[in-house]
Protein backbone atom coordinates (compact mmCIF):
# COMPACT_ATOMS: atom_id res chain seq x y z
CA UNK A 1 0.00 0.00 0.00
CA UNK A 2 1.15 3.51 -0.56
CA UNK A 3 1.33 6.20 2.13
CA UNK A 4 -1.80 8.89 1.69
CA UNK A 5 -0.30 12.06 1.94
CA UNK A 6 -2.12 15.14 3.51
CA UNK A 7 -2.62 17.92 0.85
CA UNK A 8 -3.59 21.71 1.66
CA UNK A 9 -6.58 21.61 -0.38
CA UNK A 10 -8.73 18.85 -2.12
CA UNK A 11 -8.93 15.25 -1.24
CA UNK A 12 -6.14 13.35 0.32
CA UNK A 13 -3.62 11.58 -2.53
CA UNK A 14 -1.23 9.07 -2.44
CA UNK A 15 2.31 9.53 -2.79
CA UNK A 16 2.36 7.86 -6.20
CA UNK A 17 -0.23 9.74 -7.71
CA UNK A 18 1.16 13.09 -6.64
CA UNK A 19 4.12 12.28 -8.55
CA UNK A 20 2.12 11.45 -11.80
CA UNK A 21 0.79 14.75 -11.21
CA UNK A 22 3.95 16.12 -10.87
CA UNK A 23 4.95 14.82 -13.59
CA UNK A 24 2.52 15.42 -15.91
CA UNK A 25 2.79 19.70 -15.20
CA UNK A 26 6.26 19.18 -15.96
CA UNK A 27 5.94 17.73 -19.33
CA UNK A 28 3.19 20.08 -19.75
CA UNK A 29 5.53 22.93 -19.33
CA UNK A 30 8.45 21.67 -21.27
CA UNK A 31 5.75 21.33 -24.30
CA UNK A 32 4.84 25.20 -23.81
CA UNK A 33 8.85 25.64 -23.40
CA UNK A 34 9.46 24.70 -26.69
CA UNK A 35 6.22 25.82 -28.39
CA UNK A 36 7.69 29.12 -27.20
CA UNK A 37 11.17 28.92 -28.14
CA UNK A 38 10.11 27.87 -31.55
CA UNK A 39 7.74 30.74 -32.55
CA UNK A 40 10.66 33.33 -31.26
CA UNK A 41 13.37 31.50 -33.51
CA UNK A 42 10.58 31.95 -36.08
CA UNK A 43 10.06 35.32 -36.03
CA UNK A 44 13.58 35.78 -35.35
CA UNK A 45 14.54 34.73 -39.02
CA UNK A 46 11.13 35.99 -40.71
CA UNK A 47 12.34 38.96 -39.38
CA UNK A 48 15.45 38.75 -40.75
CA UNK A 49 14.64 38.02 -44.40
CA UNK A 50 12.61 40.91 -44.39
CA UNK A 51 15.57 43.01 -43.30
CA UNK A 52 17.58 40.67 -46.17
CA UNK A 53 15.14 41.47 -48.73
CA UNK A 54 14.87 44.95 -48.31
CA UNK A 55 18.84 45.44 -48.58
CA UNK A 56 18.27 43.43 -51.81
CA UNK A 57 15.29 45.54 -53.16
CA UNK A 58 17.09 48.70 -52.01
CA UNK A 59 20.44 47.42 -54.46
CA UNK A 60 18.40 46.36 -56.96
CA UNK A 61 14.79 47.68 -57.49
CA UNK A 62 13.78 45.76 -60.56
CA UNK A 63 14.05 42.62 -58.80
CA UNK A 64 11.57 43.77 -56.23
CA UNK A 65 8.53 41.63 -57.01
CA UNK A 66 10.91 38.80 -57.33
CA UNK A 67 12.42 39.38 -54.04
CA UNK A 68 8.84 39.53 -52.34
CA UNK A 69 7.91 36.63 -54.13
CA UNK A 70 11.09 34.56 -52.28
CA UNK A 71 10.57 36.36 -48.91
CA UNK A 72 6.57 35.50 -48.83
CA UNK A 73 7.17 31.98 -50.10
CA UNK A 74 9.64 31.64 -47.38
CA UNK A 75 8.06 32.64 -44.94
CA UNK A 76 4.70 30.81 -45.09
CA UNK A 77 7.28 27.78 -45.08
CA UNK A 78 8.38 29.01 -41.64
CA UNK A 79 4.69 29.23 -40.73
CA UNK A 80 3.77 25.75 -41.56
CA UNK A 81 7.08 24.37 -40.04
CA UNK A 82 6.09 25.88 -36.94
CA UNK A 83 2.32 25.05 -37.35
CA UNK A 84 3.30 21.54 -37.95
CA UNK A 85 5.50 21.23 -35.06
CA UNK A 86 2.89 22.91 -32.78
CA UNK A 87 0.48 20.28 -33.83
CA UNK A 88 2.73 17.20 -33.61
CA UNK A 89 4.26 17.84 -30.29
CA UNK A 90 0.61 18.66 -28.48
Do not use: C, W
Not at 53 to 67: D, H, L, R, S, V
Amino acid sequence: MSEIMRRRYGPPMSRKAQVGVEHDTHVNGVVMHAKAVTAEHAIGEVSYLHAIGAQYKAANPEAAAAIDLIVGTTVTGIARSVSIFNAEID
